[in-house]
């Protein structure tokens, strides 16, 4: 009986003992998958950081003014381009299709609900 109990305990010890391995395995490779991604976190940070800069090169204004001065051929704003809101015409009137035919069908006043027509009503039954 005591050496069943010598055997176990021995098979025990061995078994913690690759459970404890195969724990400090498992944590090293975490770890270093850990260290991998915050490594690529960095290079993507620094990869932003690389394009916020070329942005902020190329739409200096001094460059999109150098830029639209020899592409768009714009010219200076005379003063008689300028226009008065009292010149602009007056903003029509929007009716889509479907309330042009309503209208010509005469329905097209407003629609009430029987819910609508009636007086609130408290928990009792009484108007409010």
Partial sequence: M????NVVAILALIGSGFYAYSIKYQTM???????KMKREAK????AIAVLRAEWAFMTRPERVQELAD???DLKPVAVTQIATAQSLPEKPERIDS???KLDALGLGGAATTPAASEAPTTPKGKPR
């Fill in 70 to 72: 020899k592409y768009l």
């Fill in 2 to 5: 005591l050496r069943i109990l």
């Fill in 29 to 35: 490779l975490r770890a270093e998958q850990i260290n």
């Fill in 98 to 100: 479907i309330g042009r």
């Fill in 43 to 46: 290079s993507e940070r620094d």
